[in-house]
């Protein structure tokens, strides 16, 4: 009887979890349509609802009741489940979440979010290839080399914080972080993960895959209705668990507390004042930033994180 309670509560934790991250998702869009407007000086949505509140969940039953458009030469099957497959992705990778309550106990959930935010960039390759469109493929060519190349260097720039903590478990940041945030003690590296975390969600000043100027929408051009809904649903859930995971990593607060909560709503916030501040980068400097930059610097502090170890570990002695 107990274990019966125990896997209800699980499933319970995990419904409670997936509707505060559609939630959220709704109301990360509506944010970042009002910033970008105040930004550019004009209102942002203001009609639905009080103040525009509604207008996401309008948004989202006009797209799911939309026509579904097939293109006559796409492959279908992976036309229609690569959207969903991106979306399932984005979700699974919230079980890492460290809850108080009864939820699953991840031990290496830092190896199980680099594996998920992997996956992403399949769904991405077979989105462009299945639409069986020159633009939809030069898209997630583009896309797919972006994300393989800033995963070398995020996967090393996480390699010194690990080393620093000792711990896959994503709890354990908490712990380490009690007295000195990581933030302050490595600061380059810091900022090094959050322009990879950028680069990684296909965003401004980064977001090649999207090149309306060129590509007509990139990689997800040739999908209307609810395939377009969960590319888009994806990408935003992403951004909010990038947040959270930049937020713990090195700005380590009290545990689960109102001001953890409040650091990751300021990190989401940025990530929507930088795509408003910043033009688009160039596509060879993308790539020269990752592997000329980026690589040997993450390479250089994981050198130095160990020799501190060693050091520290020769004085304890």
């Known amino acids: 009887m107990l274990v019966f309670k125990d896997y209800l509560m ?17 109301f990360m869009v509506l ?8 930004i550019q000086i004009r209102k942002g949505p203001n009609k639905v609802g009080y103040v525009g509140i509604l207008q996401s969940f309008g948004d989202a039953i006009k797209l799911f009741s939309k026509e579904q458009n097939l293109p006559f030469m796409s492959n279908m099957n992976l036309f229609f489940f690569s959207p969903i497959f991106n979306f399932s ?23 199980f979010f680099l594996s998920c935010s992997s996956l992403s960039v399949y769904s991405i390759m077979v989105s462009g290839w299945s639409s069986n469109s020159n633009y939809s493929m030069l898209g997630s060519m583009r896309s797919v080399a972006q994300t393989i190349s800033y995963e070398v260097s995020l996967i090393l720039i996480i390699i010194s914080f690990l080393l620093l903590v000792g711990s896959f478990n994503f709890y354990s940041f908490f712990i380490y972080q009690e007295y000195l945030w990581m933030g302050v003690f490595l600061l380059p590296l810091s900022l090094m993960l959050y322009v990879s975390f950028l680069a990684e969600t296909n965003r401004t000043p980064f977001d090649f895959a999207e090149g309306e100027s060129e590509l007509v929408s990139g990689f997800n051009v040739e999908y209307s209705s609810g395939g377009f809904a969960f590319i888009f649903l994806a990408e935003y859930a ?20 109102v001001l953890f909560f409040l650091k990751m709503i300021i990190l989401a ?8 501040t910043f033009p688009r980068y160039r596509y060879d400097k993308l790539m020269y930033l ?10 250089n502090f994981i050198v130095f994180v160990l020799g501190l170890k060693f050091l520290l570990f020769v004085l304890y002695l």
Do not use: D
Not at 10 to 26: D, E, K, Y
Not at 31 to 38: D, P, Q, S, T
Not at 91 to 107: A, D, H, K, Q
Not at 239 to 251: A, E, G, N, T, W
């Open 31 to 38: 944010l970042e349509r009002k910033v970008l407007g105040y």
């Open 89 to 111: 992705v984005s979700l699974i990778m919230w079980l890492t979440f460290p809850l108080f309550s009864v939820f699953l106990s991840f031990n290496y959930g830092v190896l």
């Open 238 to 257: 992403s951004i909010i668990f990038m947040s959270f995971v930049c937020c713990l990593v090195f700005l380590g607060s009290f545990e689960l507390g």
């Open 269 to 276: 916030f940025s990530w929507i004042w930088v795509r408003g």
């Open 290 to 299: 990752s592997w000329k930059i980026y690589l040997p610097v993450s390479l």
């Open 10 to 26: 699980l499933v319970f934790s995990l419904l409670i979890l997936l509707v505060g991250v559609l939630v959220g998702v709704a």
